[in-house]
Nanobody, 123 residues
Framework: VQLVESGGGSVQAGGSLRLSCSAS????????MGWFRQAPGKEREGVAV???????RYADSVKGRFSISQDNAKRNLYLQMNSLKPEDTAMYYC??????????????????WGQGTQVTVSS
C-alpha cells in the first residue's frame, strides 16, 4: 500500500488549503481512510475520517471548517480546510485501514500511513 499526500503549505489565518492523498496498492472492499495531524511536542490526533460507505467523522476542533471527501474511484482522499487557524499548524498524514463500520478517529487503529505534508498557518 502506498499513500502519498500533497497540498500542504503556508497560509495566513483565515485562509484555505486542500490536501490530497493518492492511494494505491490496496484492494480492500471495506476500509477507513482519514487525515491525522501531529504538531511538534504533541500526540498525533485524528482530524477527519471516512469509510468506504462515505460515513464521516470529524474532530470537534475542525467541525464546520474542514471537509473530508473521496473520489468515485476511491483512490484519492481529500481534506478541504477553510478558516484555518494557527493551531491547525501541524504535519498532516493520510492513513488507511481495512475495516468495516463507523470509522475511528484514533490513530492506533490505522496500519497504513503516508509520509505527511506540512501545513503552517500564520497569525
Amino acid at each position: 500500500v502506498q499513500l502519498v499526500e500533497s497540498g500542504g503549505g503556508s497560509v495566513q489565518a483565515g485562509g484555505s488549503l486542500r490536501l490530497s492523498c493518492s492511494a494505491s496498492g490496496y484492494t480492500y472492499s471495506e476500509y477507513w481512510m482519514g487525515w491525522f495531524r501531529q504538531a511538534p511536542g504533541k500526540e498525533r490526533e485524528g482530524v477527519a475520517v471516512i469509510n468506504s460507505d462515505g460515513t464521516t467523522r470529524y474532530a470537534d476542533s475542525v467541525k464546520g471548517r474542514f471537509s473530508i471527501s473521496q473520489d468515485n474511484a476511491k483512490r484519492n482522499l481529500y481534506l478541504q480546510m477553510n478558516s484555518l487557524k494557527p493551531e491547525d499548524t501541524a504535519m498532516y498524514y493520510c492513513a488507511l485501514q481495512s475495516a468495516s463500520g463507523v470509522p475511528d478517529l484514533r490513530s492506533r487503529w490505522y496500519d497504513e500511513w503516508g509520509q505527511g505534508t506540512q501545513v503552517t498557518v500564520s497569525s
